[in-house]
């Protein structure tokens, strides 16, 4: 059913669960796993202009380098994983490299945030849910509401 898993990773501790599920995925259908670290330099255009932004392009991708080794470093001997970094808008890259073409079904994690912060400080998953042409699983990856669920495992997908 599916043949490649679109992970997207920031890097952090908390998007390890997220991968839990990714990984049982892509055992079970025989798929590739394709973890994607998405550069957002846009984010820096404020700072000044002496501001070397050759050095920050680089501290990011390096970020994204370690991030993206991180996912192959916990996959399974037996699951297969792609990396990929892209520069961009998070989730406008996600969207994209969420293509049928490419990956049949993104695995990733929300924060779970509502109200006033999620207006606030909006929500990649929430806009790659929204956009993508591809079925979209998320996983609750908020590290409280991961501790109050730390005796469970991800549930068996058959």
Known sequence: MYDCILTPTDGSREVERALEYAFQLARQHDATIRALYVVNAAGYGGLPM??????????????????VARVAELAPADVTVETEIREGSPSQAIVEEADPAE??????????RGGIDRLLLGSVTERVV???SVPVLTVQVDPERVEDQSERSPVAIE
């Open 103 to 112: 990956c049949d079904l993104v695995v990733m994690g929300t924060h779970g």
């Open 50 to 67: 002496e501001t070397a932004l050759d050095g920050i392009s680089d501290a990011l991708h390096g970020e994204g380098q370690k991030a």
């Open 130 to 132: 929204r956009r993508a």
